[in-house]
């Protein structure tokens, strides 16, 4: 019973995507929430992907953003 979860995968990769870090004066905040970078959601999402046996290099490779909004 201790199958990977694939929907929580893929949910927590989308979230490691969406929620990634934009430059605001006074540091780093989080795209989505607004909350100082690395924010809680980042930070649980990474923690399922580390669990799911992702290496860092893929997780990184999740922000593919062609410009600062995407
Ligand atoms: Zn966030």
């Known amino acids: ?25 006074n540091g780093s905040r989080c795209l989505n929430c607004h909350a100082r970078y690395p924010c809680d959601i980042r930070l649980a999402a990474v923690e399922i992907l580390v669990a799911a046996a992702w290496q860092d290099e893929a997780i990184m490779a999740l922000d593919a953003r062609t410009g600062p909004w995407f």
Do not use: G
Not at 1 to 14: C, V
């Open 1 to 25: 019973m201790s199958e990977p979860q694939p929907t929580d995968e893929a949910a927590a990769a989308h979230a490691v995507r969406t929620h990634c870090a934009i430059d605001y004066p």
